[in-house]
C-alpha cells in the first residue's frame, strides 16, 4: 500500500512563494513517476506537474510554466513543489499523485493515469 501525506499550504499574498511536499510512504520509492495536480472551488482537477522517477523528465501545465518547479528527493521519499510569483487564481487544494512505472523517463500528465493520491493541501493567495 502505498500513502502520500501533503504539507506545507498556507496563506500567501500575491507575488509571493511557497513550497509544497508529499512524503511518499512506500516500500520502494524509486519505481514511481509522481505529479501534482490543484482543484480550486468549482472546477474540476488541474494538471499541474510531474516528474520522472529519476527527476530528469518533467513536465509542467501552461499556467503553471515558469513559475512552479517540480523536485523529488528519492532518498528522503518526497517530492517537491516549489510556487513562486503566486497569483490569487493558484489558490486550490494541491494534491499529490503517484503512478507505478517500469521507466526511470516516464512521466504522467493524465489524472486518470495514477495509481495513489494525497489528502489535498490547501495554499490560499491573497490579492
Known amino acids: 500500500q502505498v500513502q502520500l501525506v501533503e504539507s506545507g499550504g498556507g496563506l500567501v499574498q500575491a507575488g509571493g512563494s511557497l513550497r509544497v511536499s508529499c512524503e511518499v510512504s512506500?516500500?520502494?520509492?524509486?519505481?514511481?513517476?509522481m505529479g501534482w495536480f490543484r482543484q480550486a472551488p468549482g472546477k474540476g482537477r488541474e494538471f499541474i506537474a510531474t516528474?520522472?522517477?529519476?527527476?530528469?523528465?518533467?513536465s509542467y501545465g501552461d499556467s503553471v510554466k515558469g513559475r512552479f518547479t517540480i523536485s523529488r528527493d528519492n532518498v528522503k521519499k518526497t517530492v517537491y513543489l516549489q510556487m513562486n510569483s503566486l497569483k490569487p487564481e493558484d489558490t486550490a487544494i494541491y494534491y499529490c499523485?503517484?503512478?507505478?512505472?517500469?521507466?526511470?523517463?516516464?512521466?504522467?500528465?493524465?489524472?486518470?493515469?495514477?495509481?495513489?493520491w494525497g489528502q489535498g493541501t490547501q495554499v490560499t493567495v491573497s490579492s
Open positions: 499523485a503517484s503512478k507505478v512505472t517500469g521507466s526511470v523517463f516516464s512521466i504522467f500528465l493524465k489524472e486518470g493515469d495514477y495509481d495513489y
Open positions: 512506500a516500500r520502494t520509492f524509486s519505481t514511481y513517476a
Open positions: 516528474i520522472s522517477w529519476n527527476g530528469r523528465s518533467t
